[in-house]
């Protein structure tokens, strides 16, 4: 196998499993991901809360 071959077969795969280069589609991925675990956070219980539990 050559290596323009084997290069070709690492970017089709890469394209069918959704692989993104593109660095402004990786921000807004990462910035999407930030935001949901940070409204997780927000709106789920409190490491706090568990602390306080746990002691009483």
Known sequence: M???ELVDKIVAKRAERGFVTDPLKIYVLLTEEVG???AEGLLGPSLFSYLDASEG
């Open 2 to 4: 050559q290596m323009a």
């Open 36 to 38: 949901e675990i940070a």
